[in-house]
């Protein structure tokens, strides 16, 4: 299908009747989840709807505790796999062995390295011949962010991306978290307001950007680690 027709076709729909719609249009869809409060709102609507869509997730090997908890519980509570993709271990090695444990302190260049050993580089196999991947991107993440649509064309992976909850506020996600008591992440409740890998993630303060604790040593207030470029 093309795009301007899936927008068409989608506008008027609600968030849970767009994934629906792609359930029953697309064969090869995907949904990768971080368990941020957004992605364990989609996997709880994924799995109590019984939709046919793969749902996957990427272990940097550098990720908090609390995101391994909120995996198991979720592998807990819901009837469904979340496949695992990992770095390539020759690759990680090399980096490592060359640049020390924690280049990304260093330099945004081997920030952005490692993004592509321990994401990039994963997300490429987990994508491979898939037709629409669902991501839990919202506009109130970003400026960059807010300049989306609920469908795009990816021209790095070739594919549809999906946005969901995209024109959710943070309040309509935590009201979905609650009312279906859906599991979420300690750290929330500890300031994080977006998580990532652990020594790249931290707390921030009330009048902080959502993003403001990602990477918050460099100065650019477009941070990506590369999964959302197109």
């Known amino acids: 299908m093309e795009l301007n027709h899936l927008l068409e076709n989608t506008k008027n729909l609600t968030w ?3 994934l629906r719609f792609v359930a029953r249009e697309f ?3 995907t949904f990768s ?4 409060i957004e992605d364990q709102v989609i996997t709880d609507f994924i799995a109590e709807n019984k939709l046919p869509i793969e749902v996957f997730t990427l272990d940097t090997g550098r990720l908090p505790k609390e995101t391994y908890e909120v995996w198991q519980n979720s592998l807990d509570k819901y009837p469904l796999k979340i496949l695992a993709y990992y770095p390539k271990a020759e690759t990680l090695e090399e980096l490592v062995n060359k640049e020390g444990i924690n280049p990304f302190y260093k330099s945004k260049e081997l920030r952005l390295k490692c993004c592509e050993i321990r994401k990039i580089e994963p997300l490429k196999r987990a994508l491979k011949g898939k037709k629409l991947w669902i991501s839990g991107l919202r506009k109130e993440h970003s400026t960059l962010r807010g300049q989306k649509d609920f ?3 990816d021209e790095v992976f070739e594919l549809i991306k999906f946005y969901p909850l995209l024109e959710l506020s943070e309040a309509e996600v935590w009201d ?3 009312k279906n008591r859906v599991p979420f992440s300690e750290l929330y409740n500890k300031g994080y ?3 990532g890998c652990e020594p790249c993630t931290r707390a921030i303060g009330p009048d902080e950007d959502i993003r403001a604790g990602r990477w918050w040593w460099e100065d650019d207030s477009k941070k990506e680690c590369g999964l959302h470029k197109s």
């Open 16 to 18: 849970q009747d767009k």
């Open 27 to 29: 064969s090869d869809v």
């Open 176 to 178: 979905y978290i609650k």
């Open 151 to 153: 469908f795009e064309n």
């Open 193 to 195: 307001r977006s998580i």
């Open 33 to 36: 989840s971080s368990f941020s």
